[in-house]
């Protein structure tokens, strides 16, 4: 008869569903040492890599919060401005990720940041009930403001509850002495912890989950506890690629989100130890984010709930720290949409070996379809990535697009092609040290025009 028990408990573990942990970090480029930034201290993040398949080639499909985050969330391309996903609330024609879930049986939570708005609803403080941006998608929208009031001012928070009112009136960056709790991600990632407390006892009466968490930092402006600054102290940072406004007509901007910050009158595209110290506070930003990852992933195993838990760790974007004299995002150039992308899973093989497969944000919905043992809907865009999670060395369909409000862009393994609304076209060959500051678009016009008709199709 004991027997008996623990066989058909076996069984039940066997076939029990899998839950889904989603991690998004804000503003987050692939400045992560499992990615080879070998200065900065990840540790957390390092050893999700090396459990399962870091995905070094991954592009987001828009350089702007609200679309990167529509085309993940919706498994489909989308417009081009932070506003996609409340216009799709209007009129909603397929489900989202997690409301597909929910369809499928599962517990649908968000904390933090993970669609645009922290908390997941519009109005002056973006704390309406009344205006949700996606309509049926979960069964808790959380953002706990704690000191900072509500989730605008979360978003723009930093140390002690301080808000931003006009932003040259905010410093550009701060590391206070002081523990996590004492920046926005602080109380956003205790409820996480409390969601999986809670979720994990759903869990026990056959109840499987979907929790994505959004981690704010490295968001502006950065800041995070003094002791996340001190890795840096001594670090010695490598130079900044390309550093140089580009020439030409491009999606080059002047960086205008971090430039109505404070800074003390310092500008560093013209100022080399200001700029280095731009970049340690960014680093700083990461490291605090790591912190919290590694505080989530400490609860789940506490929980005992690692073995049967997906893990998805996605950055909504790149940022420039310098490179073509952009501090920003927004740009189509490649600092703008590449952004680290981690899946932990047990059907990885091989873990901890990365693979250089060109993949996209859109691909995300389908995958965890797969994983799950889900049909996938026919709407998505998308492709599975189960088979780059089997072997590493698999090749994806080889290109990935983005996109703003003015301009398309398409990559491959070795070129990116950056097309205009006017028409205007930018080629650029990733095999040479140019990279992306040498227009080839009229040197080689048979391939500009090859990939012009990927990106039309």
């Known amino acids: 008869m004991k027997l008996l028990v623990t066989l058909l408990a076996l069984t039940a573990g066997a076939f029990a569903k899998q839950n889904i942990l989603f991690i998004c970090v804000d503003d987050l480029r692939p400045e992560l040492k499992c990615f080879g930034a070998e200065y900065i201290h990840s540790p957390h993040i390092d050893a999700l890599a090396a459990r399962g398949r870091a995905f070094t080639r991954h592009y987001v499909q828009a350089p702007t919060c609200g679309a990167s985050r529509y085309a993940l969330l919706t498994g489909t391309y989308g417009p081009g401005g932070n506003g996609a996903l409340f216009a799709r609330s209007?009129?909603?024609?397929h489900p989202s990720l997690p409301a597909y879930l929910r369809e499928n049986g599962y517990t649908t939570v968000s904390v933090g940041?993970?669609?645009?708005?922290p908390g997941?609803?519009?109005?002056?403080d973006w704390n309406d009930d009344a205006q949700p941006e996606m309509p049926n998608s979960w069964d808790r929208h959380l953002l706990p403001a704690?000191?900072?009031q509500h989730p605008r001012g979360w978003?723009?928070?930093?140390?002690n509850g301080e808000i931003r009112g006009n932003a040259k009136n905010m410093d550009l960056f701060q590391a206070l002495e002081g523990d996590d709790s004492i920046y926005p991600d602080g109380p956003s990632v205790d409820e996480t912890l409390k969601q999986l407390d809670q979720l994990a006892a759903g869990t026990k009466k056959g109840k499987p989950f979907f929790l994505a968490t959004g981690i704010l930092r490295p968001h502006l402006p950065f800041g995070a506890p003094a002791k996340h600054l001190a890795h840096y102290k001594d670090a010695k940072l490598p130079p900044i690629s390309h550093p140089k406004k580009p020439e030409g007509k491009t999606t080059w901007h002047g960086s205008g989100e971090f430039m109505k910050y404070n800074r003390w009158g310092k500008n560093p595209n013209s100022d080399p130890a200001f700029a280095l110290e731009v970049r340690r506070h960014y680093a700083a930003c990461v490291t605090y984010a790591d912190a919290q990852v590694g505080k989530i992933i400490a609860r789940l195993n506490k929980l005992g709930l690692a073995d049967n838990t997906l893990i998805v760790l996605w950055g909504d974007h790149g940022w420039h720290l310098g490179e073509h004299a952009i501090w920003g995002k927004h740009a189509l150039f490649e600092e703008s949409l590449?952004?680290?992308?981690?899946?932990?899973?047990?059907q990885v093989k091989q873990p901890g070996t990365s693979t250089q497969s060109v993949v996209e944000t859109i691909?995300?919905?389908?995958?965890?379809?797969?994983?799950?043992?889900?049909?996938?809907?026919?709407?998505l865009d998308g492709s599975s990535l189960l088979p780059i999670l089997k072997n590493p060395a698999t090749t994806s369909k080889g290109h990935a697009i983005s996109y703003n409000n003015k301009a398309r862009t398409i990559r491959t393994a070795t070129h990116r092609l950056i097309k205009h609304s006017n028409g205007h076209l930018e080629l650029y060959d990733h095999t040479t040290p140019e990279r992306e500051t040498k227009n080839l678009a009229k040197e080689d016009p048979k391939l500009a025009a090859k990939l012009e008709s990927l990106l039309s199709k």
Request: glycine share 10%.
């Open 90 to 93: 209007k009129n909603i024609k």
């Open 113 to 117: 940041k993970v669609s645009h708005h």
């Open 338 to 346: 590449r952004s680290p992308l981690i899946v932990v899973a047990p």
């Open 155 to 159: 978003m723009h928070g930093l140390a």
């Open 120 to 124: 997941g609803r519009g109005g002056k």
């Open 146 to 148: 704690g000191k900072w």
């Open 363 to 379: 691909d995300l919905f389908p995958t965890l379809c797969d994983l799950l043992d889900l049909k996938k809907p026919d709407f």
